[in-house]
């Protein structure tokens, strides 16, 4: 059984963290599936999708640890296109792009602490989050 | 077919790097399935799961060089709320909290040095990883 | 349903960035899949597999990065093995070494700048990556 739905963001800030669990949970029961795993991908290449705690202490500290690994200003290459992103990139790249969820008995199989998340490292603008269900 | 188990760790140090290719290649022995895949999650958000190499010095390179792009002992915000391990969930986000190891002839379709590796950073406690095989 | 394919790689240089992109739709189409997901992992531990943009200077700002967050040229333990590649083993860790892509409608269900890459870190000899189509 497969089962695909998107999620659509338009973010009021450039950079912004977005708890997703609950919406994917909702598709997840929409699907029917019982057994089996979801997909969670970003969709467009300045935005990922990570697993982690729902703190906003910890958020910020994400936000700040990835502006140390990864400024925005520098004179990247990239930029040479007319864009003046090439930061967004390397940021999503470390928080990674996509995650697996497991599900079991109809319903995410979660740690306590675990929450899904998207992060948008070059919002105001619409952009996709694909959720794809597979399983029994 | 799906097949679900669990593996359980209390390391005995803070950090500790822990080989688990064995532990999943038994659940998947288990599991029957033949062609098919198997997701291996961190259920803690303090922790990895990661593939490379089983080779101690390469094990302390990766500490070093975490300790280095995220450091422990920094006043993070996270700490407000009584935390001290902001540091072990940045560790994890780079090494990543979970695989899916491909399966091929009932086997683990790894290459001549992967193996899978459970990475604690804030252990001396009890926590878990999904083991969740999908296939025919 | 599953299809099993792989790639073979062996770079000019030793740090080779390659679009799979099409490789992988070829592998897909193949495989009759209409629905469903497929693996792209990396099966030699110096080398990635990731998403984004087909640029050539985001292509240097990435080469760039990693070589200012994993540098090569390091004393590293891994060295005393004989090896001179660690940095190689940092970098894709960075990049990640796997990824999967939904199949929707019998194609790659990709956003509109999503591009498959292979990272080589350790190249000028022969390398495989694993493509695994699951679905219906």
Not at 43 to 60: F, K, P, Q, R, S
Not at 112 to 121: D, H, K
Not at 125 to 132: M, S
């Amino acid at each position: 059984m497969v089962f695909t739905d998107y999620l659509w963001f338009n973010t009021k800030h450039q950079q912004e963290f977005v708890r997703i669990t609950d919406d994917v949970a909702r598709i997840v029961a929409a699907s029917g599936v019982i057994e089996g795993k979801v997909l969670v991908s970003a969709m467009h290449i300045t935005a990922g999708v990570y697993v982690n705690d729902w703190e906003d202490g910890l958020i910020h500290d994400f936000q700040v640890w990835l502006e140390k690994l990864a400024p925005s200003g520098l004179s990247y290459e990239h930029h040479q296109t007319g864009e003046d992103n090439a930061d967004a990139h390397l940021k999503r790249t470390i928080m990674g792009h996509q995650v697996i969820v497991p599900i079991t008995a109809g319903k995410l199989d979660l740690g306590p602490w675990e929450q899904i998340f998207y992060a948008e490292f070059d919002g105001q603008r619409k952009k996709r989050v694909i959720v794809k269900v597979l399983g029994a």
